[in-house]
């Protein structure tokens, strides 16, 4: 079964420090998105991205968020100057299907820690 | 936006019995619901969904129900087994234009007791 691959599953970095997210999604999926989860809370939405733009973000994606689709397999999300509250799980997602959240498909995530 | 509001918050039912998670949404646009079951340290996993245009659905020990009228869809799991503690969210979405995110309830931790 296809998969969403993101790297690294694990990140530590420094307050400030900039950071970036790596996902690979289903080779013939067309939406890409990022969520995040906080330690024990709900995962919440950040973007959407399709035909090399953002479809829509949320009030957590901020300045300091950015995504990339820099080929034709990855798609990245940066966080320029990390803060603590930025620790959380980040789940990429990709689906096949326009304008539904059907299909959808979840990484494994990446766990990053501020410190 | 769409709020989803999931109840209740941790869940602890006997073995065998069965379990009953209940979720409301807002906004009446909405017209797909996923539930994901989360073990710990891992990533949401899609479990059973329904579409606007179906009041129940069943996939084995699993159901989702959906009142449109009410705004409210809940997720029944019978013959509950250990396999089955998990976290498990509900969550509203659509199905036009480009609006294709998400919105997650608050979870709630199941505990199947043995």
């Known amino acids: 079964e296809p998969e969403v691959t993101q790297t690294p599953s694990h990140q530590v970095t420094q307050m400030g420090q900039e950071v970036i997210l790596r996902c690979v999604p289903i080779?013939?999926?067309?939406?890409f998105y990022w969520y995040r989860q906080i330690l024990g809370q709900k995962v919440e939405f950040l973007v959407s991205?399709?035909?090399?733009?953002?479809?829509?973000k949320s009030e957590i994606f901020d300045d300091q968020f950015s995504v990339e689709r820099p080929d034709g397999s990855n798609f990245t999300l940066k966080i320029r100057s990390t803060k603590l509250e930025d620790s959380a799980m980040y789940f990429c997602?990709?689906?096949?299907?326009?304008?539904?959240?059907?299909?959808?498909?979840f990484g494994s995530g990446t766990r990053l820690t501020v410190v | 936006g769409e709020n989803v509001e999931q109840h209740p918050s941790t869940l602890s039912v006997q073995e065998g019995d069965s379990a009953v998670i209940k979720c409301t949404y807002s906004d009446s646009a909405s017209n797909y619901f996923p539930w994901y079951k989360q073990e710990l340290g891992k990533r949401p996993q899609l479990i059973i969904d329904?579409?606007?245009?179906?009041g129940e659905k069943k996939d084995q020990r699993i159901a989702v129900t959906l009142n449109k009228t009410a705004k409210h869809f809940s997720l029944h799991i019978t013959e509950t087994q250990p396999e089955d503690s998990a976290v498990y969210f509900c969550?509203?979405?659509?199905?036009?234009?480009?609006?294709?995110?998400?919105?997650f309830g608050k979870g709630t931790r199941l505990h199947i007791l043995p």
């Open positions: 080779s013939n999926h067309l939406y």
């Open positions: 969550a509203a979405g659509f199905r036009w234009d480009r609006d294709d995110k998400i919105i």
């Open positions: 997602a990709s689906s096949y299907l326009p304008g539904t959240a059907e299909g959808y498909t």
């Open positions: 329904i579409r606007s245009n179906v």
């Open positions: 991205f399709y035909n090399n733009e953002i479809s829509e």
